[in-house]
């Protein structure tokens, strides 16, 4: 009995042995496949939870004027971050966020799944630019809000507010469907970036590189202290070829006007509401002032622009996004007119000399194509520039034709992109002739049309850089150049990235006598033309300005204005072209403009003429 009992504890020994090396064995093959097999997986998934990287955006690159004035800078202020899994299940640090930082739970709940998405165990940009009473309230309550940090955070700063807005552009939290497109480039969820103008077009340069910080924080994502640190890289900076106090001028001469403008009771005078400036130096093709009116202050998109403020940028309808300098499109009117003049002056058809009487009207077909006055009676081609005479004009383009007359505007920069490297792309413009319209609405030229076009009417639409192209190659005597904005691009310790040197697009063999004739109708418009008015007192005789009034007519709405000039006509340094919307004759609201934009160039007193007495003289 006994030595079946010894027998029997034996085996039990046996196999509870078994059983003990069997889970040993299970054990240490587990803990092999952890340590082993899924180590760096699990240690990483385990570092989860104890780490929160944060990433903090660099400074974005200043922009300078051509003689180093800061135009636009960045600043420092707060970004509020959270982890979605650490406060998506807190009730209580949602409802204090959405009291704190003015947000509503379907807001906040939306920007923590935008976040999930693509950035998990991580901080997230809640909202930033915070003002400091609101950070000061988190701050005080941080032991009760785990997963919140409050950052230092550099944000864009537009010191001069609404001035050339459309030219710099404005930030914007990144899209899906651009973050699709440029992930690849280091881009991420959360990330602001530019919208349009110089911020958008340059944003690789400007963007930098962004700040790291790792955050140990406890069991439940409260942040104890900071594990590792890599400092951010500033943006850098963009040179620009535009004068501040050029630019100034234009955007004070602008505003000046249409706020003179619409005090009127004339009706065709005070509906004026909107324009456009461009100054460029022929030479070259630097753009010294560029100005679109009405205007946005980016500021608005600094932080969280509220519904509110960006509906009733949205809902304008002067839709001030656009930048009417690349991206208006206008009938130019008598400022269309040196075309005519350079093509049968080109091709033979005409010298300065010849004579052409003008009776008020010229008869095409069934219709009449009158003059602005009566009539102009016996005049040459210079004198036809000089008078904006239509008769001359239509009886040009007619010897001519319209094929021909399309191509030589095209090839002095109407109707095609200039190449201006700027966001969004500039508008291409519209030159028609017969084969255009046969193509695109199946229809024939009548003769009239070849009439309308010579002064820049019926199907021809330009913007104003395409003038300033025009007026430039005028101007230099047959080159252009791909208008230029930015002349270098720096790092922050002010090492040159890049360089942009002036582009020759292309140099057109222009007689000398078309020249010389252009551009005496060109300065006799001025001296003693339809923009004699606007420049009186002006010192033409040290400064002689050339240039070219312009009225297009535009149905269901007032007249536009235009001037197109450049100065001093023995050698030009500016080109200046002024379009005032439903502003009426341009000698009246686009001329006046344009000389206050010379009087600053030129250093001339500005006691010389107010906007109000240049306009009030025109016609």
């Not at 955050?215 to 439940?220: F, G, P, Y």
């Not at 900071?226 to 850098?236: A, Q, R, S, T």
């Not at 619409?262 to 630097?286: F, H, W, Y």
């Not at 208008?483 to 360089?499: C, D, F, N, R, Y």
Request: overall charge neutral; charged content about 25%.
């Amino acid at each position: 009995m006994r030595r079946s009992t010894i027998k029997g504890l034996e085996k039990r020994v046996k196999v509870v042995s078994v059983l003990v090396l069997v889970i040993f064995a299970l054990l240490v093959s587990r803990l092999w496949y952890l340590q082993i097999i899924k180590g760096e997986e699990t240690f990483v998934e385990s570092s989860k939870n104890r780490m929160r990287p944060i990433r903090i955006t660099a400074p974005r690159g200043n922009f300078y004027d051509r003689k180093e004035q800061l135009l636009v800078t960045s600043r420092i202020s707060h970004v509020v971050s959270v982890v979605p899994e650490d406060i998506k299940d807190n009730p209580y640090v949602v409802s204090f966020l959405c009291r704190a930082l003015q947000m509503s739970e379907e807001e906040l709940f939306r920007r923590l799944e935008e976040g999930s998405k693509y950035q998990k165990d991580q901080y997230i940009p809640l909202k930033r630019d915070v003002d400091g009473v609101t950070i000061g309230q988190i701050l005080e309550a941080k032991l009760d809000l785990p997963g919140v940090v409050v950052e230092d955070y550099p944000v864009r700063s537009y010191p001069k507010g609404e001035w050339a807005a459309q030219l710099f552009g404005y930030l914007g939290e990144i899209s899906e469907q651009e973050l699709a497109r440029l992930r690849e480039r280091g881009y991420r969820l959360g990330d602001e970036i530019g919208k349009m103008g110089l911020e958008k077009t340059y944003d690789h340069y400007l963007r930098g590189e962004e700040a790291l910080r790792i955050w140990e924080v406890d069991r439940i994502g409260q942040p104890l202290r900071v594990l590792e640190e890599k400092k951010y890289i500033p943006g850098n900076n963009l040179h620009l070829t535009i004068d501040a106090r050029l630019q100034e001028t234009a955007e004070r001469a602008i505003r000046d006007y249409l706020a003179w403008a619409q005090a009127q009771t004339n009706p065709n005078l005070n509906k004026a509401n909107a324009g456009s400036v461009i100054a460029m130096d022929p030479r070259n093709g630097e753009i010294l002032a560029m100005v679109s009116y009405p205007e946005f202050d980016p500021n608005l998109f600094v932080g969280n622009i509220s519904s509110q403020a960006f509906r009733e940028l949205i809902n304008n309808p002067l839709n001030p996004f656009s930048n009417r300098v690349t991206n208006g499109q206008f009938m130019p009117g008598s400022s269309f007119k040196p075309i005519p003049v350079i093509a049968a002056l080109e091709e033979g058809l005409t010298t300065p000399e010849e004579e052409f009487f003008c009776s008020g009207a010229i008869r095409v077909g069934n219709r009449q194509l009158r003059c602005a006055t009566p009539a102009h009676g016996k005049q040459t081609i210079i004198e036809g520039l000089k008078n904006s005479c239509n008769s001359v004009m239509a009886e040009l383009a007619f010897r001519v034709g319209p094929q021909k007359l399309a191509g030589y505007a095209k090839l002095l920069g109407l109707g095609v992109r200039s190449g201006l490297n700027l966001e969004p792309v500039e508008l291409q413009g519209l030159v028609g002739d017969p084969e255009w319209k046969r193509k695109e609405r199946n229809e024939v030229w009548y003769p009239m049309e070849t009439a309308l076009i010579a002064i820049g009417q019926s199907f021809v639409n330009v913007t104003p850089l395409q003038l300033a192209q025009l007026y430039s190659v005028i101007a230099n005597g047959g080159t252009v150049y791909q208008p230029q904005l930015v002349t270098k691009i720096t790092t922050a310790s002010g090492e040159t990235v890049k360089k942009f040197e002036p582009r020759v697009v292309r140099r057109i063999k222009l007689k000398e006598e078309t020249l010389a004739v252009v551009k005496e109708g060109l300065q006799q418009v001025v001296t003693d033309g339809t923009a004699r008015y606007a420049f009186q007192g002006f010192p033409l005789a040290q400064i002689p300005v050339a240039g070219k009034t312009g009225t297009a007519e535009n149905p269901g709405k007032n007249d536009y204005a235009f001037f197109a000039s450049y100065a001093p006509t023995d050698q030009p340094e500016l080109v200046v072209v002024v379009v005032i919307e439903e502003g009426g004759f341009g000698s009246q609201a686009a001329a006046p403009v344009a000389r206050k934009i010379y009087e600053a160039y030129f250093g001339i007193g500005q006691e010389q003429t107010t906007i109000e007495e240049a306009s009030s003289q025109g016609r």
